[in-house]
Structure formats: structure tokens, C-alpha cells
């Protein structure tokens, strides 16, 4: 499976932007999904992820309240809303897709991985 993830860009604190992560190559349906993230000099975190129906949603407690994680399995694409942006959520967001039923928070749980879309908030 493919994953191409887009949306990111320069946002003051306070403002909001949406990460897209348009899926390829195997039934979407199939994966759970995941966003990460990773600052400069720091290992990658967990920030959310979504069952394979979209039924159950996961959020690290850093975002919880600020972000939404989402899926349309009909356009084979996984979003997440960024409301209330910090500077300290300045990082490189990565979608992932995982096999399997349960959904995972754990990075190695996951099996693809995109390219990552960089993320500024600016204070």
C-alpha cells in the first residue's frame, strides 16, 4: 500500500490546519490508521489513530481535545483536523497503515508508512 500524505504548512498559534493521507494500492478498509509525528532531534510520537471502520478513534493526550482524527474509506483517505495549534506541535506528521483488526498505537504495529508533510506553528 501507498500513502501520500499533504496539508501541511506555516500556521500562527491558535490556527488550525487539515493533514490529508490519500491511500493506494489495497483495500483502505482493510488498515488501521495511524498519525505520528517527530521533531527535530526527538523520536517519533503517536499523535492518533482510527479503527478500520473509523468506529474507534485513539488520541495521544498531547492532542486530545485540539485534534480529530477521521477516515473515508470511500475516497480511501484519512484526515486529521489540528485545531488550537502550539508551537511545540511544530514536527513532521507521518500517516501510517497497519493490518490486522486492532488497532495499534504503537509505531511498529504499523507496516507503511508516507513521506511526511512538515508542520510550523509559529508563536
Known amino acids: 500500500v501507498q500513502l501520500q500524505a499533504s496539508g501541511g504548512g506555516l500556521v500562527q498559534a491558535g490556527g488550525s490546519l487539515r493533514l490529508s493521507c490519500a491511500v493506494s494500492?489495497?483495500?483502505?478498509?482493510?488498515?488501521?490508521m495511524g498519525w505520528f509525528r517527530q521533531a527535530p532531534g526527538k523520536e517519533r510520537e503517536f499523535v492518533a489513530a482510527?479503527?478500520?471502520?473509523?468506529?474507534?478513534?485513539y488520541y495521544a493526550d498531547s492532542v486530545k481535545g485540539r485534534f480529530t482524527i477521521s477516515r473515508d474509506n470511500a475516497k480511501n483517505t484519512m484526515y486529521l483536523q489540528m485545531n488550537s495549534l502550539k508551537p511545540e506541535d511544530t514536527c513532521v506528521y507521518y500517516c501510517a497503515a497497519g493490518p490486522g483488526w486492532r488497532t495499534s498505537l504503537h509505531s511498529d504495529d504499523y507496516d507503511s508508512w508516507g513521506q511526511g508533510t512538515l508542520v510550523t506553528v509559529s508563536s
Open positions: 494500492g489495497r483495500t483502505f478498509s482493510s488498515y488501521f
Open positions: 482510527i479503527s478500520r471502520s473509523g468506529g474507534s478513534l
